[in-house]
């Protein structure tokens, strides 16, 4: 009876990890990047199923994502302590506590709204001064 290698090493691989690989990090900006235009397409074809009746979406899909964004972020910072993409990609926020002591993060209010304005009005008004940008 032969054994694969695979399961010689099954007991050495390791599913708590104490810090997130470079490749997490990546997806979890990655998904970010990708959510906006991806509601924004949602809402075109909204539009363009009724014009008459939706035709406004088209016109306010950067505050509509960006409403939706805040609506989400909060959600998930209230609940979880980390955002949407932390939490999808099982990234946890943690606090040193001296050399040896990790906690998870309990988010204060201080860290609340620095975290919303980094995750949602940011990155809002960095659209709309690149679309300033590419207008001139």
């Not at 409403?67 to 302590?81: R, V």
């Amino acid at each position: 009876q032969t054994k694969t290698m695979a399961e010689f090493g099954a007991h050495i691989t390791v599913t708590a990890r104490t810090r997130p690989s470079i490749f997490d990090v990546v997806a979890q900006d990655g998904l970010m990047s990708t959510l906006q235009p991806a509601v924004t397409h949602v809402m075109k074809v909204v539009a363009e199923s009724n014009p008459e009746k939706y035709e406004w979406c088209l016109k306010y899909s950067s505050e509509i994502f960006a409403a939706f964004n805040l609506i989400l972020q909060h959600h998930y910072l209230s609940n979880y302590g980390g955002s949407f993409a932390e939490n999808f990609y099982d990234l946890k926020r943690i606090q040193l506590k001296g050399e040896r002591h990790l906690k998870p993060l309990s988010i204060s209010h201080e860290a609340y709204i620095k975290s919303l304005l980094t995750l949602v009005a940011f990155p809002y008004l960095w659209s709309h001064l690149d679309n300033v940008y590419q207008d001139v």
